[in-house]
T-cell receptor, first 113, second 115 residues
Framework: QKEVEQNSGPLSVPEGAIASLNCTYSDRVSQSFFWYRQYSGKSPELIMSIYSNGDKEDGRFTAQLNKASQYVSLLIRDSQPSDSATYLC?????????????FGQGTILTVHP | DTGVSQDPRHKITKRGQNVTFRCDPISEHNRLYWYRQTLGQGPEFLTYFQNEAQLEKSRLLSDRFSAERPKGSFSTLEIQRTEQGDSAMYLCASMPTRTSRETQYFGPGTRLLVL
């Protein structure tokens, strides 16, 4: 079992729709959770971080965390073609992990006009 | 530009050659990470420095790989006797030590192609 798993997609949504991206993780003591966006050929860019159960909203983005289910998700409202990218879920484990990120394989999102 | 910088941005080499990449973290960021990303995969952790001390290395970092961070500033990642399987994007990230939120800032990456 991979430490962090995402649906690889691709996920295709029409412009203006809600895109829902999901991620599960295996380490129960994980404390910090992140969503990165990566455009083709570019480096990852942090869009959301979440540390406690519940929802966190930032503009059109909402991150949801459920530690009991070991599940974290990202909702993108009013999706735009510019949101088309690979979305990476990343986790920092608890304990002495020195803050290293463990990434999922990424979900490719395409927003079509 | 006060972000993380990496050099070179692209490198093409022949199998068996040695290559060295450089990362300049954000000023005063004590923590520095190297990751490797292959096509269609998420980045994978390679190694971590706190100041000049290399505190963790992944099993992915074979004997052909070595990383340094002299004086706790910039870092270098060297690959000796490159193999075609080393072709990947090599990413560097930095983070301040004293932070309640562990946000890593990534550089633009070095894309390596081994022929």
């Amino acid at each position: 079992q991979k430490e962090v798993e995402q649906n690889s997609g691709p996920l295709s949504v029409p412009e203006g729709a809600i895109a829902s991206l999901n991620c599960t993780y295996s380490d129960r003591v994980s404390q910090s959770f992140f969503w990165y966006r990566q455009y083709s050929g570019k480096s990852p860019e942090l869009i959301m971080s979440i540390y406690s159960n519940g929802d966190k909203e930032d503009g059109r983005f909402t991150a949801q965390l459920n530690k009991a289910s070991q599940y974290v998700s990202l909702l993108i409202r009013d999706s735009q073609p510019s949101d088309s990218a690979t979305y990476l879920c990343a986790v920092i484990a608890g304990g002495t992990s020195y803050g290293k990120l463990t990434f999922g394989q990424g979900t490719i999102l395409t927003v079509h006009p | 530009d006060t972000g993380v910088s990496q050099d070179p941005r692209h490198k093409i080499t022949k199998r068996g050659q040695n290559v060295t990449f450089r990362c300049d973290p954000i000023s005063e960021h004590n923590r520095l990470y190297w990751y490797r990303q292959t096509l269609g995969q998420g980045p994978e952790f390679l190694t971590y420095f706190q100041n000049e001390a290399q505190l963790e290395k992944s099993r992915l970092l074979s004997d052909r790989f070595s990383a340094e961070r002299p004086k706790g500033s910039f870092s270098t990642l060297e690959i000796q006797r490159t193999e075609q399987g080393d072709s990947a994007m090599y990413l560097c990230a930095s983070m301040p030590t004293r932070t309640s939120r562990e946000t890593q800032y990534f550089g633009p990456g070095t894309r390596l192609l081994v022929l």
